[in-house]
């Protein structure tokens, strides 16, 4: 029994460790859309049509991302913002945007 608990802990933490591998690629993504978008204008067509293709579903999903409409409208949502993943993901942006939200509430 005890074997079997440490295969599965095992296990369990390799799927944690490839999930964020997977998570690292979209973040990739995102990056070189978002660079796309600055360079060429087209950021938000180009993470689209990397997630509707076959490899863009398939690493969204290993991820850990459903693959539907919905988070295709979010990516492009994201890189139409401009905002790199790097910073987006900071605490200084998020406590920025957190007083940039309460400031819109107050007024």
């Known amino acids: 029994m005890r074997d079997f608990v440490d295969g599965s802990a095992f296990n369990f933490e390799q799927g944690q460790r490839a ?45 850990g991302i459903d693959p539907n409409e919905r988070v295709v409208k979010g990516l492009m949502e994201f890189v139409s913002k401009g905002v790199r993943t790097s910073v987006a993901l900071s605490r200084e942006e998020s406590e920025r945007r957190m007083a940039a939200e309460a400031e819109a509430e107050a007024a």
Do not use: H, M, T
């Not at 859309?33 to 293709?53: H, L, V």
């Open 19 to 63: 999930r964020k591998l997977f998570a690292a690629v979209v973040l990739a993504a995102l990056d070189d859309a978002i660079a796309d978008d600055k360079k060429y204008g087209n950021g938000p067509e180009q993470i689209a049509r990397w997630a509707r293709s076959r490899d863009g579903r398939e690493v969204l999903s290993c991820a």
